[in-house]
């Protein structure tokens, strides 16, 4: 692993960097204005009932797609920048200091890359093009009730009507269904073969067709991000099934994008710490002058920062040789998740009784920041596969422990 840039990566770094600066729209640029919503924040303002937060939307789309970055992963042939998974990572690591938000969410992370490996001819040439535009966000219908962890358990069904699938059934934590315009998803085909068997992939182009509810699922920070949506005799066209019926547990496990080192993540982790820091100093109310165990915790989240840079270098440098991460994915993922939440509750230390005031309350330190935050973090430890399954693969697979 080499820490440093090459000449061509810092070529392109300040390429990059000149391209953000030039182009991000202003918008963006007041971090104040920008509603908190993590991957889905372009998902947000492009629907915004506020003109500016609309124009910012459209404008940095363009801006990317003129570039190929609003799928930088993606091969050229289809419309994506063919970066090298170096390149991508460096364009990740400015756009999150930059506070630029992705464009295309889903489609571009999960959708796009499966389709390119599994999708029809057909099916590629009506989706890629409009989530590469910014035309259509999507949704990803995967967990249910039942099915989580172990998402090879769901029984959504779908059951063939000639040239159509009619399907039944509800999904949960569906993030963005109530922003998203389009939806793709797992169910059901073959209630008779085993778990990871009978699965199949969909896309369907249209979420608000008839059949389809979405409903809200608040966060205990009263934020709207996930939700729960049930299927109620929907009909999607034949034709929009990925590969072969009964084989989507393997389609839906494709994996084409490289961006999977969590750069932006760290590089966020750093800045918020850093704004902590500079608060605690300035700041009257702050305990960090009288409270020598809180100078010990910060300089541990510190040090914590740096190990998870390193992690998401790590990922990367691996990809860049040809190496496919795979315990190495959920060290970072599980430490990331985990020191995210260990720094907004540091936060809410530093401030103490007046850490419990609320986002928005003119009195709260930092506007609320880490209450806020922290109470918005609780769920990144169990999404994308929680800590304890994180735990068991690097067990496994990394220490090469016995199972049970």
């Known amino acids: ?71 930088p992963h993606w091969p050229k042939e289809y419309g994506g920048g063919g970066l090298t998974t170096m390149e991508q990572f460096v364009l ?7 506070h630029a938000p992705m464009v295309g969410g889903s489609g571009v992370l999960l959708l796009g890359p499966t389709l390119i490996i599994h999708g029809s001819d057909d099916l590629k040439q009506r989706v890629l093009p409009k989530i590469l535009k910014g035309e259509t966000a999507y949704a990803q219908g995967y967990s249910e009730p039942g099915a989580g962890s172990d998402l090879g358990s769901l029984q959504t069904r779908a059951v063939r009507d000639g040239d159509e699938y009619v399907i039944n059934g509800q999904k949960i934590w569906t993030s963005a269904a109530h922003m998203a315009d389009a939806l793709f998803m797992l169910v059901r085909t073959d209630p008779d073969a085993p778990k990871h068997r009978g699965i199949s992939f969909f896309v369907l182009e249209d979420i608000k067709v008839p059949g389809i509810s979405v409903r809200p699922l608040i966060g205990a920070n009263w934020g709207h991000t996930v939700n729960e949506t049930f299927f109620e005799d929907v009909r999607v066209p034949a034709a929009n099934l990925v590969g072969e019926e009964n084989r989507g547990w393997y389609v839906g496990m494709t994996l084409l994008d490289f961006e999977r080192s969590g750069i932006s993540g760290a590089i966020q982790q750093q800045e918020e710490l850093d704004e902590l820091i500079d608060a605690a100093r300035s700041d009257d109310r702050s ?34 040789a040809g190496l496919v991460p795979n315990y190495e994915a959920s060290m970072g993922k599980m430490f990331g998740s ?62 090469g422990l016995p199972r049970g």
């Open 338 to 399: 985990e020191i995210g939440q260990e720094i907004y509750r540091t936060g809410v230390r530093t401030f103490g009784l007046y850490s419990n005031l609320w986002s928005g309350d003119s009195l709260a330190p930092l506007g609320g920041k880490h209450i806020h935050g922290y109470v918005r973090s609780i769920p990144a430890t169990i999404a994308g596969g929680s800590s304890e399954v994180q735990r068991n693969i690097i067990a496994t697979r990394g220490l």
């Open 1 to 71: 692993m080499d820490w440093n840039d090459s000449p061509e990566q810092a070529a392109f770094r300040a390429d990059a960097a000149e391209f953000i600066r030039s182009r991000l729209p202003e918008y963006y640029r007041d971090s104040d204005e920008v509603e908190e919503e993590g991957l889905f924040g372009w998902y947000a303002d492009r629907i915004s009932e506020d003109p500016n937060a609309r124009k910012a939307a459209a404008d940095w789309a363009s801006a990317l797609a003129e570039r190929g970055w609003v799928a």
């Open 92 to 98: 990740g690591a400015e756009m999150a200091k930059a």
């Open 287 to 320: 305990t960090l002058a009288r409270n020598t165990s809180l100078r010990a915790r910060i300089a541990d989240r510190w040090t914590e920062t740096a190990v998870s840079y390193n992690f998401s270098l790590r990922i990367a440098s691996m990809q860049a």
